[in-house]
């Protein structure tokens, strides 16, 4: 079976949970092939992959959006539109409800000779001048043009693409990988399914409510683009896993239809992972396995280790993971780690994690968004008790679903740096409870976070889509 897997951002240029995910998906699946058409940035163009690319990956599509800034442009082009295309791309710009059947219809007729022409056409400057009158006529034209053009370019770049056949198709997020997993579902009629690690549309309103780029009156323009995505994906999946319950919910009043959801938990494999291998070291020993950049909040646990140093001296503060990603804000870490004048501060970089987890007392995760992170499922494998931030699925993980295993760990509100150092002196001060909780979390992982589970649900449900009556295109079925 050949199976497509759509990804924005991540793999195989980027470490982290859903690049492992994926790593872990294909390998453990090596009677399948697999492809992966992936969306990054211009940035990412030509850059080493982080993973050693399994037997069983047949392709590797990329699409870098910043290319197409290069392209040169026709500008004043008839594209001869209909009313219902108009009307289309009208929604498309100032409503959550999209008529993506005429959409895809448009894009793949071959009409389009480039992206970039139509965006300079004058059937676009007309659907805006059609926008301004209706919805922003006190917005100045030039600024309602150029937003929507930077907003819609890397959605029709995707659009635009001829994705590769394939038995299933996978997106691993609603946005740009839902609606290019929807446009596989137009073209191929094929099974879809999309799995959602964290909530994308809630995670993308929150950085528009946030920016600084964006005016006021774009913010919603922008939300409701995003809603408008998420519908998309949403409308075309046949099936919508997502990792825990609390997403779940979120998707349903996002207005993912519920009889398409399921739950299908990350997992790990817990024989890589033995508490008899830790070692103690002097000192107090505290970690983060993170990537060093704003979503993973680093400037918070810095805030709280400089409390906690207050307290235990010796303590020490191990920061592993990329260092690279975004190096600005790594400067302003270092900037804030010279102003608190913290000691024993370890910025590791790339590292093996599993040295780092055989002497650490207590891991640590301040992220601002989370789906369910497969650092603290390996922390709490190795029996090494957690505080995080309660987003995501991590207080189901250290306190639990209702199960009988106890608790493993604390979470404590976003940003709340002060809150954070108390759980983890809590936590420096009681070796005994450190042990119950890890205990707690082996337990749990053990029993119900296992990379077999997840690997054997993936398969199930590809089986499930291949044996609903479409036929086979991958290179087995046609010898």
């Not at 409510?209 to 919603?220: E, L, N, P, V």
């Not at 996002?254 to 299908?264: D, N, Q, R, V, Y």
């Not at 400089?306 to 790594?330: C, K, N, R, S």
């Not at 968004?369 to 603290?376: A, D, M, T």
Request: hydrophobic share 40%; with cysteine.
């Amino acid at each position: 079976m050949k199976i497509c897997l759509i990804s924005e951002g991540a793999y195989p240029h980027v470490t982290g949970g859903v690049s492992s995910w994926i790593q872990s998906l294909i390998t453990e699946m090596p009677e399948h092939e697999f492809i992966v058409f992936s969306i990054s940035a211009k940035e990412l163009k030509g850059s080493k992959p982080k993973y050693t690319l399994p037997n069983n990956l047949v392709e590797l599509r990329e699409i870098h959006l910043g290319d197409y800034l290069d392209q040169e442009i026709v500008t004043g082009k008839r594209y001869k539109l209909t009313e219902e295309e108009k009307n289309a791309f009208l929604s498309l710009m100032s409503d959550r409800q999209t008529d993506w059947d005429v959409l895809f219809r448009f894009f793949t007729s071959g009409r389009i000779d480039s992206v970039m022409n139509f965006l300079g056409s004058k059937d676009f400057f007309d659907i805006v001048t059609i926008l301004c009158e209706k919805r922003f006529m006190q917005v100045p034209f030039t600024d309602m043009f150029w937003a929507l053009r930077s907003m819609l370019l890397p959605l029709f770049v995707c659009i635009d693409q001829k994705l590769p056949p394939a038995d299933v198709y996978h997106s691993v997020s609603t946005g740009y990988a839902g609606v290019l997993g929807a446009l596989a579902k137009y073209q191929y009629d094929k099974p879809l399914l999309l799995t959602e690690h964290g909530i994308y549309t809630r995670e993308r309103e929150e950085e528009i409510i946030k920016a600084s780029w964006i005016k006021g009156y774009f913010k919603d323009v922008w939300i409701d683009y995003f809603y408008s995505l998420s519908n998309c994906a949403y409308r075309y999946a046949d099936d919508v896993s997502t990792l825990f319950e609390g997403n779940r919910e979120i998707q349903l009043e996002l207005g993912c239809p519920p009889e398409k959801t399921f739950l299908i938990p990350n997992g790990i494999d817990v024989t890589r992972f033995s508490p008899d291998t830790r070692e103690k070291r002097s000192g107090l020993h505290i970690g983060a396995i993170v990537r060093v950049v704003p979503i993973k909040d680093i400037k918070t646990m810095l805030q709280a280790f400089a409390i906690v140093q207050e307290t235990f001296a010796e303590a020490h503060f191990h920061i592993i993971g990329p260092l690279d990603e975004d190096e600005e804000y790594y400067e302003e870490c270092l900037e804030l780690v010279e102003m608190l004048e913290l000691r024993n501060i370890h910025f590791t970089g790339p590292a093996n994690v599993k040295d780092y987890l055989s002497f650490m007392d207590v891991l640590v995760l301040s992220s601002i968004s989370e789906g369910q992170p497969l650092v603290i499922l390996e922390g709490l494998a190795m029996e090494i008790p957690f505080v995080s931030t309660d987003v995501g699925g991590c207080r189901e993980l250290l306190e639990g679903p209702e199960d009988v295993y106890g608790r493993a760990g604390t979470t404590v509100p976003v940003m709340h740096f002060h809150l954070l150092a108390h759980e983890i002196i809590k936590l420096l001060e009681q070796p005994q409870l450190r042990q119950t909780y890890g205990e707690n979390g082996r337990a749990r992982v053990t029993n119900h976070y296992t990379l077999p589970m997840m690997i054997e649900a993936y398969r199930s449900y590809y089986e499930k889509g291949e044996r609903h009556g479409r036929n086979r295109i991958s290179v087995e079925a046609s010898l």
